[in-house]
């Protein structure tokens, strides 16, 4: 844990200093009105928020000290942007620009460290995993994901098809599409794996960035996000059960997710 470290980017991190709601109002309208002290200690106010979001990515093989220097970046970007007037905490806005900030830094150093014909069997394999678990009464293992894959002229083994998945796991987007077959059909986006949606400490940040996303939506494109991710539902079935056809969801579905991943990422 990051805590440990008792020094990142020469600040003390036990001696971070925290404020109170009232006081992040005050000086959000000081630093509105172009009062760069208030923006200062607002800024210095919220680094231990800065601090436990890059606990989250601990164990990726990061050094401590550039992840705090870009949620840094998040942070001052959130200051800088965020409405007084909405009715949101400041911390609900900052979380998920911080952890887009963090995320775009793994994921650029990541395609720099990761072929790209290991991206592409890592996103075969999400395919693979999506095609099997519609056709079986079970998850698909990686076993099967190999076969399925040869079978469909796809060269695979289970070292890598098992290194590729791990190679990609930590910067993919939720929103990113992995698979789409080139027709009107459903694209598959790396959300679409996401199985256990049960809540963790590592997950409430995360829940915290989609939640007040999605309340942005209206109430079909709700629904339907709602039915595509967390019901496990194709757009067919989803077309079928709201009485449209299924390029109208898919455009649907697609305008929901580009202003997801706006306050989102």
């Given at each position: ?262 306050d989102f990422l």
């Amino acid at each position: 844990m990051y805590y440990s470290k008792v020094e990142i980017c020469g600040v003390n991190t036990s001696e971070l200093k925290t404020l109170s709601d009232n006081e992040k109002k005050e000086l959000l309208i000081k630093a509105r009105k172009g009062d760069e002290l208030a923006r200062q200690q607002l800024i210095h106010g919220n680094l231990r928020l800065v601090l436990s979001i890059i606990q989250r990515f601990a164990n990726r093989g990061e050094n401590p000290d550039d992840l705090f220097q870009i949620g840094c970046i998040g942070l001052i970007k959130a200051v800088d942007n965020f409405n007084t007037e909405l009715d949101v905490k400041f911390s609900t806005y900052a979380v998920p620009m911080i952890i887009g900030e963090v995320r775009r830094y793994l994921r650029d150093n990541n395609m720099i460290r990761v072929s790209r014909s290991v991206r592409d069997l890592a996103y075969h394999a999400l395919w693979a995993k999506e095609e099997l678990s519609k056709k079986m009464d079970r998850e698909p293992n990686i076993e099967d994901i190999v076969k399925y894959l040869n079978d469909n002229n796809i060269e695979a083994t289970k070292a890598r098809v098992s290194n590729a998945l791990e190679a990609i796991v930590d910067p993919v987007s939720l929103f990113e599409p992995v698979y789409n077959d080139g027709t009107a059909g459903d694209s598959l986006y790396v959300m679409d794996q996401i199985s256990d949606t049960s809540s963790t400490d590592e997950s409430w940040l995360e829940e915290i960035a989609l939640n007040e996303a999605i309340k942005k939506l209206n109430e079909r494109e709700k629904s339907i996000i709602s039915m595509r991710f967390y019901q496990g539902k194709t757009q067919m079935e989803i077309a079928e059960e709201i009485g449209i056809s299924q390029a109208q969801v898919s455009r649907l579905e697609k305008g929901a997710i580009d202003r997801i991943k706006k306050d989102f990422l």
